[in-house]
């Protein structure tokens, strides 16, 4: 299950957007204020943050350019939500490389749609959207491969609980960082293919 955080320091709105976000399939943590958001992100990062600018203490915008700043989280998803809808705000906030701006007040039904683009374009394993490339397709909720309606039997270098987690990535490139490694592993995926008849 994805999991969305919300900064948001107005109880009415935060009630409204994790009673949609719940109503949706994702999982929902809270944060009041910047300060708390830091504490939870240091624990584990969520699939996506969304995050009000107006907040006490530290901005979200001043979060959002020190996340994008710092190298463990550059890459997490960020959609502002904000009563600032000024054109100098809107782009503000996109030049601190949020991925989305949404004003309030925000149709539910749009910002979940806007959610799902996001996650799309930026980690798709947490969209739970079946990738394909032609006939092959990923489920990345069940880490299947199919080509076509015929399964794709993968080794266990190739199949790993986690696929999309870092630390497997990691450990992937680490085993395989020489020449030889990385022959040996393209010959067990091409393996693994010939074995489901498709050609490479």
């Known amino acids: 299950m994805p999991v969305v955080m919300v900064v948001e320091d107005?109880?009415?709105?935060?009630?409204?957007?994790?009673?949609?976000?719940?109503?949706?399939?994702y999982e929902v943590r809270e944060a009041p204020d910047a300060e708390t958001a830091h504490?939870?992100?240091?624990?584990?990062?969520?699939?996506?943050?969304?995050?009000?600018w107006m907040l006490p203490g530290q901005s979200g915008l001043a979060l959002a350019k020190q996340l994008r700043a710092?190298?463990?989280?550059?890459?997490?998803?960020?959609?502002?939500?904000?009563?600032r809808s000024e054109?100098?705000?809107?782009?503000?906030?996109?030049?601190?490389?949020?991925?989305?701006?949404?004003?309030k007040p925000f149709s539910p039904?749009?910002?979940k749609a806007r959610i799902k683009s996001v996650l799309r374009r930026r980690a798709p394993e947490a969209?739970?959207?079946?990738?394909?490339?032609?006939?092959?397709?990923?489920?990345?909720?069940?880490?299947?491969?199919?080509?076509?309606d015929s399964p794709v039997?993968?080794?266990?270098?190739?199949?790993?609980?986690?696929?999309?987690?870092p630390m497997t990535a990691e450990r992937s490139i680490s085993n395989a960082s020489t020449p030889r490694a990385n022959?040996?592993?393209?010959?067990?995926?091409?393996?693994?293919?010939e074995r489901s008849c498709i050609p490479m």
């Open 109 to 111: 039904r749009e910002l």
């Open 153 to 165: 039997t993968l080794g266990p270098t190739e199949s790993t609980s986690d696929p999309m987690d």
């Open 39 to 52: 504490g939870l992100l240091k624990d584990e990062l969520p699939d996506l943050l969304l995050l009000d």
């Open 183 to 193: 022959g040996i592993h393209l010959n067990s995926v091409k393996s693994s293919f």
């Open 70 to 83: 710092a190298p463990r989280t550059r890459e997490l998803p960020i959609i502002m939500v904000t009563a």
């Open 10 to 25: 107005e109880p009415a709105i935060l009630e409204l957007l994790k009673v949609n976000l719940l109503d949706a399939g």
């Open 127 to 148: 969209a739970q959207e079946t990738l394909a490339v032609g006939s092959l397709k990923l489920d990345p909720v069940t880490h299947r491969v199919t080509a076509g």
């Open 87 to 103: 054109e100098a705000d809107r782009v503000a906030g996109l030049e601190a490389w949020v991925d989305d701006y949404v004003t």
